[in-house]
C-alpha cells in the first residue's frame, strides 16, 4: 500500500546546530512533496515543498533535498533554534483520482540548550 | 496564521452520536479537504470537496460524510460515533483541486466517550 515512512521517529540536537530529518516515500509517482512542521494543540504548517522535476530547493533556514532513485526526502533546518522543536512531517501528493497527501508518522525534533 | 477557520476548536461526544464539524477555507481558495490525525500519527486523507462536490475519498466508511457551501466553506459529518472516531480533525484549503502549498486549520480535537 502507499506509505510515507521516517527512519528516526525523535531527533535531539544541541541550540545552533544544523538538523536532518529524513523520510522515505514509497510511490514513485509522487509528484510533489511538503514538509510540515507541527507544534502542539496546532495543525500542520507549511514549511517547504519540492516539485519531482526538482532535486533540492532551499528555503530561508531549510533546505529539502529530494532523490527520486531511492526514494529519499530529507528536510535541513540550519542553525536549529529553540522554537524549531515540534513534529516534522513529509507529505506526498498522490493523484488517484483526486490527488491527496500521504503523511508520515513524523520525527518529533527537540532542542537541547 | 494560514486563514482557515475551524470550528469548534474541541468536542466531546458519546458513541453512538453524530457530529458536525465546520471549516472555513482561505480566501481564494476554492477547495477544501478534510484529514484525520491520530494521536501520534500523521494526518489521514478523508475527502476532498471541490465546487461543491465530493473530488475524492480515503479509507473512511460512509458514515463520514462531508458537504461543501457556494462561498467554498465545508463541514465534516460523522455518524454513529465510534470510540477510534476520536483524534484531531484538520481541514485544509487549496485552489483548483491542487495539493500546491495546502494550508491546514488548526483543527477540532474530538473526543468520542
Known amino acids: 500500500g502507499e506509505s510515507v515512512g521516517l527512519h528516526l521517529p525523535t531527533l535531539s540536537v544541541q541550540e545552533g546546530d544544523n538538523s536532518i530529518i529524513n523520510c522515505a516515500y514509497s510511490?514513485?509517482?509522487?509528484?510533489?512533496f511538503i514538509w510540515y512542521k507541527q507544534e502542539s494543540g496546532k495543525g500542520p504548517q507549511f514549511i517547504i515543498d519540492i516539485r519531482s522535476n526538482m532535486d533540492k530547493r532551499q528555503g530561508q533556514r531549510v533546505t529539502v533535498l529530494l532523490n527520486k532513485t531511492v526514494k529519499h526526502l530529507s528536510l535541513q533546518i540550519a542553525a536549529t533554534q529553540p522554537g524549531d522543536s515540534a513534529v516534522y512531517f513529509c507529505?506526498?501528493?498522490?493523484?488517484?483520482?483526486?490527488?491527496?497527501?500521504?503523511f508520515g508518522q513524523g520525527t518529533r525534533l527537540t532542542i537541547n540548550p | 496564521e494560514t486563514g482557515v477557520t475551524q470550528s469548534p476548536t474541541h468536542l466531546i461526544k458519546t458513541r453512538g452520536q453524530q457530529v458536525t464539524l465546520r471549516c472555513s477555507s482561505q480566501s481564494g481558495h476554492n477547495t477544501v479537504s478534510w484529514y484525520q490525525q491520530a494521536l501520534g500519527q500523521g494526518p489521514q486523507f478523508i475527502f476532498q470537496?471541490?465546487?461543491?462536490?465530493?473530488?475524492g475519498r480515503g479509507n473512511f466508511p460512509p458514515r463520514f460524510s462531508g458537504l461543501q457551501f457556494p462561498n467554498y466553506s465545508s463541514e465534516l459529518n460523522v455518524n454513529a460515533l465510534e470510540l477510534d472516531d476520536s483524534a484531531l480533525y484538520l481541514c485544509?484549503?487549496?485552489?483548483?483541486?491542487?495539493?500546491?502549498?495546502?494550508?491546514f486549520g488548526s483543527g477540532t480535537q474530538l473526543s468520542v466517550l
Open positions: 485544509a484549503s487549496s485552489f483548483g483541486q491542487s495539493n500546491e502549498k495546502l494550508f
Open positions: 507529505a506526498e501528493n498522490i493523484i488517484q483520482g483526486a490527488q491527496k497527501l500521504v
Open positions: 510511490n514513485s509517482a509522487s509528484d510533489y
Open positions: 470537496y471541490y465546487r461543491e462536490e465530493e473530488n
